[in-house]
Antibody
Framework: QVQLQESGPGLVKPSETLSLTCTVS????????WSWIRQPAGKGLEWIGR???????NYNPSLKSRVTMSVDTSKNQFSLNLNSVTTADTAVYYC?????????????WGQGTMVTVSS | QLTQSPSSLSASVGDRFTITCRAS??????LAWYQQKPGKAPKLLIY???TLQSGVPSRFSGSGSGTDFTLTISSLQPEDFATYYC?????????FGQGTKLEIK
């Protein structure tokens, strides 16, 4: 079955760049939309943005100036960079797959990775 | 913006449970529902307002259109106690409701 696994540093200093990678196993990354979503502790879900396997992207306007996403189809991976982080960026970060019939509903999720922004 | 009500609710096994999700502007039928348990990723239950995701029990159902939507669980089971989120799929950014926490009475 399809599985997603987030990886990256669990601790990032303020003003630096948060970098995460999502590795897709069990299926090809091609022909799907892939998103990042985050969730601060005890709070709700925030969609960060999505990337298609062609490389086209769509970011949440609230984060657009700081976000870059990329995809590496040869490695079946996609990535998130969030620059100039502050403590407000501390959250669990999830990668997720867009549903084949409804690309902005997320049918497969990674387990999530906690990222803390702190000096 | 999506507003869920109630924010939290206590119920018993076997009860019928309904959550409302209201959109600040019309989103046609572009709405999904998720279930999230503590320490776990959300799980897609329903998309396109009423289409059950594969493997989701038939006691879950969704309805609505435009600005008002509901998620109903016909008879609560012990494994249904969780937090539920709606999400609009109509336009970017694809926002979520604030969540409804369902607790055991």
């Amino acid at each position: 079955q399809v599985q997603l696994q987030e990886s990256g540093p669990g601790l990032v200093k303020p003003s630096e760049t948060l970098s995460l990678t999502c590795t897709v196993s069990g299926d090809s990354i091609n022909t799907y939309y892939w998103s990042w979503i985050r969730q601060p502790a005890g709070k709700g879900l925030e969609w960060i943005g999505r990337i298609y396997t062609s490389g086209s992207t769509n970011y949440n306007p609230s984060l657009k100036s700081r976000v870059t996403m990329s995809v590496d189809t040869s490695k079946n991976q996609f990535s998130l960079n969030l620059n100039s982080v502050t403590t407000a960026d501390t959250a669990v970060y999830y990668c997720a797959r867009g549903h084949v019939a409804e690309p902005h509903a997320f049918d497969i999720w990674g387990q999530g990775t906690m990222v803390t922004v702190s000096s | 913006q999506l507003t869920q009500s109630p924010s939290s609710l206590s119920a018993s096994v076997g009860d019928r449970f309904t959550i409302t999700c209201r959109a600040s502007q019309g989103i046609s039928s572009y709405l999904a529902w998720y279930q999230q348990k503590p320490g776990k990723a959300p799980k897609l239950l329903i998309y396109a307002t009423s289409t059950l995701q594969s493997g989701v029990p038939s006691r879950f159902s969704g309805s609505g259109s435009g600005t008002d939507f509901t998620l109903t669980i016909s008879s609560l089971q012990p494994e249904d106690f969780a937090t539920y989120y709606c999400q609009q799929l109509n336009s970017s950014p694809y926002t979520f409701g604030q969540g409804t926490k369902l607790e055991i009475k």
